[in-house]
């Protein structure tokens, strides 16, 4: 065999090796998490938006700042995402939405980007198109026109209840409560039996938990320890670490996750009065497999912390 041959073949090996690791994976969901921050700028800890890879599709909730950055560093590319959807439509959550629309159109993407979100997100996809239209007007002209449909935006508008479904993968959307915000989702994902819940901003909620029953991995909104929130508790419209606690304790998923957070300082220990169960404090770019167990950054949650001892009784 010749050194071309021998090259066709390595090649050929190689790609039959990831698509063998590839099916391996097919039940198993990747969470990513992008960006776990809040709306005070930080170089460490980008907006609000986690990527979840599911039966082959890529799909993204919330997209703040950064997020094209850390998808690229994820070693995604913007145009791959299948579908957006939005918790609520406070600038820290919804702000990336240009560069993930833009550059993915740039780097290739040739169908409208699907966006779910609550009322309101039809408008705003809308005003984006008005506000963007020098820079796609000259995208489109020749002599390299990029494809019209690609710029497009696919915006829905949605209440509690399933709202995708390819027969691999559902999604469903719940309301929670984030004060005078209104509507604010959370989202369920299911898929091959497992499941993962991504709270959005809210404070303790009822219907959060209800949904979250049995879900392998919980996301859930802490801003920080309730001691070091000076706003009176009937006035916080975001959870504290005290109340993701209760909400574990409750759910009591394989592994709890706490992000959206603006003071580490006491974070564990306030979960910890709650729950003594598996979870984590989120850092951008943490990697969750969700499948027979959970793991992050090749950490297993079973009858593990954060720091990998084990949960105090």
């Known amino acids: 065999m010749g050194p071309s041959l021998r090259l066709i073949a390595l090649l050929l090996s190689l790609c039959m090796i990831d698509n063998i690791a590839a099916s391996a994976r097919s039940d198993e969901m ?101 506000a963007f239209g020098f820079d796609i007007r000259i995208r489109q002209a020749p002599p390299d026109p990029l494809p019209a449909k690609g710029v497009e935006i696919d915006a829905k508008e949605i209440e509690q209840g399933e709202i995708y479904n390819d027969g691999l993968a559902r999604v469903s959307a719940f309301p929670v409560d984030h004060g005078t915000v209104k509507p604010a989702f959370g989202y369920r994902i299911d898929s091959a039996g497992h499941s993962v819940v991504i709270s959005g ?36 419209s975001i959870a504290s670490a005290e109340d993701a606690g209760r909400v574990f304790a409750i759910v009591k998923p394989k592994l709890g996750v ?7 300082e006491g974070l564990g220990d306030a979960v910890r009065k709650e729950y003594n169960g598996p979870f984590v404090i989120a850092r951008d770019l943490m990697v ?8 992050w950054n090749g950490k297993s949650s079973a009858g593990t912390t954060p720091d990998g001892d084990k949960p105090r009784r």
């Open 258 to 264: 706490v992000y959206h957070y603006k003071d580490e």
């Open 288 to 295: 969750i497999n969700v499948g027979k167990t959970v793991t």
């Open 30 to 130: 990747r969470v990513t998490l992008l960006g776990t921050g809040t709306p005070f700028p930080s170089a460490e800890r980008f907006g609000s938006a986690i990527l979840v890879g599911v039966a082959g599709k890529r799909f993204l909730f919330d997209c703040g700042r950064g997020v094209v950055i850390r998808l690229t560093q994820s070693g995604v590319n913007p145009k791959d995402i299948d579908g957006l959807f939005l918790t609520h439509l406070h600038s820290d959550h919804v702000v990336g939405i240009p560069d993930l629309w833009l550059s993915g159109w740039f780097l290739g993407r040739t169908k409208p980007l699907p966006i779910w979100g609550p009322p309101g997100t039809r408008s705003m996809a809308e005003h984006l198109v008005q």
């Open 201 to 236: 901003d809210t404070k303790f909620c009822q219907n959060l938990v209800d949904f979250a029953k049995g879900a392998d991995c919980l996301i859930h909104a802490a801003w920080s320890a309730g001691w070091k929130n000076s706003t009176p508790p009937s006035k916080r």
